[in-house]
Structure formats: C-alpha cells, structure tokens
C-alpha cells in the first residue's frame, strides 16, 4: 500500500534512520524516567508534569526542564487537617544519555560545616528564633537561631547527609573526530546551571504571603538520572583510583547573595547548593531512600507545626540534644511572643560526616575499577 503524504520520508531519510535519532535523543530515556517516577510515587496523591517550563531569573527567559513531579508527604499525604504545616516532595529532574561515561571528581570531605539538603521552601523562614529549654534543670540559656534542617532532625537522616560520594566537578567524556578519550566540562551549562536556575524559580513561585497562618513546606530535590557510565575519580595514596558508582552528590559553591535577599542567616562556608545524579537503573531504590527518611522529615514538621508556622519556639534539651520543639507559651515569664531577635547566636547540629569512598584494601590499584553496588547505600 502506498503511503499517505504525510507518512512519505524525503530527503532520503529512512524508517531505520528514524528509529537512530530518537534513542541517540534521550526522549526515550525522558519517557522511560517519568513512567519510573510514577511508579515509585503510587499510592501518593502524586503529579508529574514533561518539558516543565520555568523562567530563567537572570536572563529572563524561558526553559523546559524534563520532568517536574510533585507529591505530598505525611499521613493525611495532602487532605485537609488542622495542621498549619503540609508537606510536600517536589522532584526536578533532567535526564541524559551517552555511551561515553560522565566523569566524577569526588572527595570525602564536604566544602561547608553544615548540610542544608534538600532545598525547602514556602514557609515563612529557613531559620527558627530559639530558646533552649534544659529538661535537666527547667531553666531557659540564652536566645539563639537553628535551621529549619537542624529542628527537623536532617542530620539523623541518611538521605540528607551525605549518602553517596561527593562529586566536587563534573565532566564529560568525549571523543574528537575518532581519537583519544578526551575530558570537558560541558555538564555545567546543560545539568548544573539549568537544575539550579530551575530550583531558583520554583523557590520564588513557593513564596508565601505576609498575611498566611498556614504553609506548605516543600522539600525540592534536584536530580538528574543519567543513562551512561558513570565514573568517580578518587585520588588515593598518590595514585587515581577509578570508582563506578550510581549515585553521587554534586556541589555547587555560589557567591552569598546579599544580606537584605538572604532567607537565612549566612554563614562562612558560602552558599553551597547540592543535587544528586543517579543511574537510570537506580532510580527506583534512590526514590524509595527519599521517600523513607522525607517521611520522617515530614512526620516531624507536622508535630512542630506552630514553631514552623510563627518561625519561633521553645526547644527542650536533653544531654545536649533537642528532643522537642514546642510554641511558646502566653504564660511563659521570660519571653514577649513577638519581636524576638536572636540572630546574634547560631547553633548548627549539622556536621558533615564523610562518605567511605573504600577501604584501602579494596583498591585494586591504579588503572582498574571498583565499584558501589544498591547494598552500599542501605538498599
């Protein structure tokens, strides 16, 4: 049967040749991604949107980031409560594919005293003006400020620790007319500056008004799922050691934006943003370790709602660990519920803890390759 006009190929371009473009594109992978998503996330009151459309805040324009998914967390997972905190997952996600590996440099040690992954948005501040309680002798120290990641206890949390290896740079593999492997950096400008620009709008669009007294808390986990090999680079001993792993968390080291546009209090360390890149085949056991410790997360900012919501509290001690976050009282004899201004002290709970790349008589030796298998992140 002869074709239709629609359906006639020109230019000599043929059925197979068709088929080629397509799996060299990615869409497959973006499809095979989104349907993979979808799956880990039944059971929730999940969305998932392709070619999410954002507006780059520098430069004003648009772009499309592959995959937008967002789902709430909790028991009531998004229904009507009396809590004035809902929480929720929001997953921004690009996918890449490439028979050439993506090359890691990674390191044990992180760029910044403290953790704050993943990126939250939507409530009032990232910082809660504290008073700590001690339940030893009932008595009140002085004022000081915690991360909303501290008062949720994210330092207890695998998943927001430090998981996977740390990709301090990221590189691509890549082959010129034929010749020797050769390393560039082009993965910044089309997964690192897009994932952050993407995260940055989404941030703004969270925002909440002045006048609310509920909020949505949203965790934002920015990822990438790559179908390729995936290479670390570790130097160990004097010698680069090669490590296949399929999942690793990268760092992005940003200028500190100015005082009067912090949301929190800056630090020392910079402002230091992380992702996560994970293989295609992973992906299913990298949402289920999000998805458990978010829970958790969760659970908790709903039983710290009021703190949260009025960005104040009374945090209750016990041996040098917060075990309860409370509001703070009308009755209470030593505080004024408004205007509390603790900035002048900082507390952070959060150390960086390092991820064991190997132990050295694992490595087996320069030139060859070990590598991270699911069981090595607590799958």
């Given at each position: 049967?002869?074709p239709?006009?629609?359906?006639?190929?020109l230019?000599?371009?043929?059925?197979?040749?068709?088929?080629e473009?397509?799996?060299?594109?990615?869409?497959?992978?973006?499809?095979?991604?989104?349907?993979?998503?979808?799956?880990?996330?039944h059971?929730?009151?999940?969305?998932?949107?392709?070619?999410?459309?954002f507006v780059d805040?520098e430069?004003?324009?648009t772009?499309?980031?592959?995959?937008?998914?967002?789902?709430?967390?909790?028991?009531?997972?998004?229904?009507?409560?009396?809590?004035?905190?809902?929480?929720?997952?929001?997953l921004?996600?690009?996918c890449?594919?490439?028979?050439?590996?993506?090359?890691?440099?990674l390191?044990?040690?992180?760029?910044a005293?403290?953790?704050?992954?993943?990126?939250?948005?939507?409530?009032?501040?990232?910082?809660?003006?504290?008073?700590?309680?001690?339940?030893?002798?009932?008595s009140?120290v002085?004022?000081?400020?915690?991360s909303?990641?501290?008062?949720?206890m994210?330092?207890?949390?695998p998943?927001?620790?430090?998981?996977?290896?740390l990709?301090?740079?990221?590189?691509?593999?890549?082959?010129?007319?034929?010749?020797?492997?050769?390393?560039?950096?082009e993965?910044y400008?089309?997964?690192?500056f897009p994932?952050?620009?993407?995260i940055?709008?989404?941030?703004l669009?969270?925002?909440?008004?002045?006048?609310?007294?509920?909020?949505?808390l949203?965790?934002?986990?920015?990822?990438?799922v790559?179908?390729?090999?995936?290479?670390?680079?570790?130097?160990?001993?004097?010698?680069?050691e090669?490590?296949?792993?399929?999942?690793?968390?990268?760092?992005?080291?940003?200028?500190e934006?100015?005082?009067?546009?912090h949301?929190?209090?800056?630090?020392?360390?910079?402002?230091?943003?992380?992702y996560?890149?994970?293989?295609?085949?992973f992906?299913?056991?990298?949402?289920?370790l999000?998805?458990?410790?978010l829970e958790?997360?969760?659970?908790?900012?709903?039983?710290?709602?009021?703190?949260?919501?009025d960005?104040?509290?009374?945090?209750?001690?016990?041996?040098?660990?917060i075990?309860?976050?409370?509001?703070?009282?009308?009755?209470?004899?030593?505080i004024?519920?408004?205007?509390?201004?603790?900035?002048?002290?900082?507390i952070?709970?959060t150390?960086?803890?390092?991820f064991?790349?190997?132990h050295p008589?694992?490595?087996?030796?320069?030139?060859?390759?070990?590598?991270?298998?699911?069981?090595d992140?607590?799958?």
């Amino acid at each position: 049967m002869k074709p239709p006009p629609h359906a006639k190929l020109l230019a000599g371009v043929t059925n197979e040749d068709i088929v080629e473009a397509v799996a060299k594109s990615g869409y497959p992978l973006q499809a095979a991604i989104a349907d993979g998503i979808i799956k880990s996330l039944h059971g929730y009151n999940a969305s998932i949107q392709e070619e999410w459309g954002f507006v780059d805040a520098e430069s004003g324009e648009t772009r499309a980031l592959d995959i937008y998914a967002h789902t709430p967390l909790g028991p009531s997972r998004g229904k009507s409560t009396e809590s004035r905190i809902t929480p929720w997952l929001n997953l921004l996600v690009e996918c890449k594919h490439s028979e050439l590996p993506y090359i890691f440099f990674l390191r044990e040690n992180y760029p910044a005293e403290v953790i704050y992954y993943p990126e939250i948005a939507g409530i009032p501040s990232l910082d809660i003006n504290t008073f700590l309680e001690s339940a030893e002798t009932d008595s009140t120290v002085v004022p000081c400020q915690i991360s909303i990641h501290d008062a949720l206890m994210h330092h207890n949390l695998p998943f927001c620790k430090a998981p996977a290896p740390l990709a301090i740079s990221i590189a691509k593999a890549s082959r010129k007319g034929g010749g020797k492997l050769e390393i560039s950096g082009e993965p910044y400008r089309s997964i690192t500056f897009p994932l952050m620009k993407a995260i940055d709008h989404l941030k703004l669009v969270l925002q909440p008004s002045r006048d609310r007294n509920e909020f949505n808390l949203h965790f934002i986990v920015g990822l990438v799922v790559i179908d390729a090999p995936m290479v670390g680079v570790y130097l160990h001993a004097g010698t680069h050691e090669l490590l296949s792993t399929p999942w690793v968390r990268a760092c992005r080291i940003d200028a500190e934006e100015p005082l009067e546009k912090h949301s929190r209090a800056p630090t020392d360390d910079g402002n230091v943003r992380y992702y996560d890149i994970v293989h295609s085949s992973f992906l299913s056991e990298y949402l289920k370790l999000a998805l458990r410790d978010l829970e958790t997360a969760s659970n908790r900012a709903i039983e710290m709602a009021d703190v949260i919501a009025d960005g104040q509290g009374i945090a209750r001690i016990h041996r040098s660990t917060i075990f309860e976050f409370i509001p703070i009282p009308d009755s209470y004899p030593h505080i004024s519920n408004s205007g509390i201004d603790s900035r002048g002290a900082r507390i952070a709970l959060t150390v960086p803890p390092i991820f064991n790349l190997a132990h050295p008589d694992q490595y087996p030796g320069s030139g060859c390759m070990h590598w991270l298998l699911p069981e090595d992140f607590g799958v």
